[in-house]
């Protein structure tokens, strides 16, 4: 499967069950806010000669990084060989698929790497009038290699041996000193940049009693079905519409720092704490254009946790 920024609530839930994945989705956030200068402070960084042998590491970890289709596969046909009764293997199944969730991903790596350079970054590619392959700068094309090389230290985090991602993240980093702050809601808007910033500022201030509440909700919603697929079917084809899929997308990756200065952690996101930040925060993306029962139904977990303000 690939990572895209149309289905960044995807992207959002591997990253909030990784270690690093807080660091992975701030790389993104400032390649989503890149231009021209950035790209051009970034490009002056790379160094092929050093990341070459880092990337040897790379492919050597992320093959051991299992995925999610192939591990919850493991699981069923474990518990299809025991003779259990009907309830003891439904919850050895939700257990098993908690588990096996806060240790798998989705995609991997090399689709990390594409979404940098083919969807972040789409804005650097032009295509040729005769129709041919679509090219861009050596300039974008370094720059592009310096942020997925960060994203990807970050997040394969400690499955990388120390020096490999010190010499993944170092040139971002030290092209980042010289760029704005990540910012800390998504800009452009409008009337629903209130609610997104209300529920983002909200996850980065939890407390005991908030996470506990969260947890109780996610405990008994469990969104991730029926009405509340539905729901974010709807909220997902409206930012599509409204041309806002780089915002959603900032958005959603900053539900992932936020969850993750809010205490939650990736045993939260498997639990399904993940679905109910990524649909509150969707549903305040398009506010003005979803249905109010689609919203009503993406608001409900988080307003039965904190209630309506």
Known sequence: MHYSLVSSPVLGFDLVRLPAGDSAAEVLLRALASGPRELDLLAARHDQGTRAGAWDAVRT??????????????????????DFGDDVAGARLEKGVVRVLQGS???????????????????????????????????????????????????????????????LAHPYL???????????????????????????DRLRRLDGTDRACLRAVAEASRPGAGEWASAVHDASWAVHLSDRVRT???????????????????????AGLWNVVSGVVHAEVVADLLSSDARAVLLRPWEAAFGTD
């Open 174 to 200: 030290q092209a980042a000193r010289d760029m704005p702050p990540v910012p800390s809601a998504p800009e452009d808007l409008g009337e629903a940049q209130a609610g997104v910033a209300e529920v983002l």
């Open 61 to 82: 970890a992320g093959a051991n990084v299992p995925q999610i289709t192939d591990v919850l596969a493991q699981v069923a046909d474990g518990l299809a060989a025991d």
């Open 105 to 167: 991903t989705i995609a991997d790596a090399d689709a990390l790497v594409r979404l940098v350079h083919h969807d972040v970054l789409d804005w650097t590619w032009s295509t040729p009038l005769d129709g041919g392959p679509r090219l861009r700068t050596e300039t974008a094309a370094k720059a592009a290699d310096v942020l997925a090389d960060a994203a990807v230290s970050a997040y394969l985090g400690d499955r990388l041996p120390d020096g490999a991602r010190r010499v």
């Open 248 to 270: 959603a997308a900032a958005a959603q990756l900053l539900a992932v720092r936020a969850f993750r200065a809010g205490g939650l952690d990736a045993a939260d996101g498997a």
